[in-house]
């Protein structure tokens, strides 16, 4: 659950960022002080934050090399942030398997998108890894 806790946890403030509040590192520092975590739940939270965050332009382009009849602009902002997130540990966390990152995603945005987006992020991060082990055998 420790992992899963920070996906959940970079999701909100990642959330945030995109509404307009623009102190992602004070956000960040924030929203993990608040309760005592733990130095797994921190540290990976903080990774992924500053990893997807950092990242976002290369993200969204995997993302959006593998819709297909869909605009990105029409994802939903949960179902985007869970798409980043997701692409982000295939793609700069080697540590951790594709398929736990799909299941995880999954997992995260059945309980914060919408009735659809578990089968929706489960086809496009599917997609973002067979195009990513395509290139780099992963």
Known sequence: MGRRLARELALKILYRYEEGDTDLMGNLETTLSEKNYGENVTSFCKDLVKATAGHTKEIDGQIIAVLKNWQFDRIS????IVLRIGVCEMLYFDDIPPQVTINEAIE?????????SGRFINGILDAVRKKHEGCCNK
């Open 108 to 116: 995260v945005v059945k309980k914060y998108g919408g009735n659809d």
């Open 77 to 80: 902002l949960i179902d985007k």
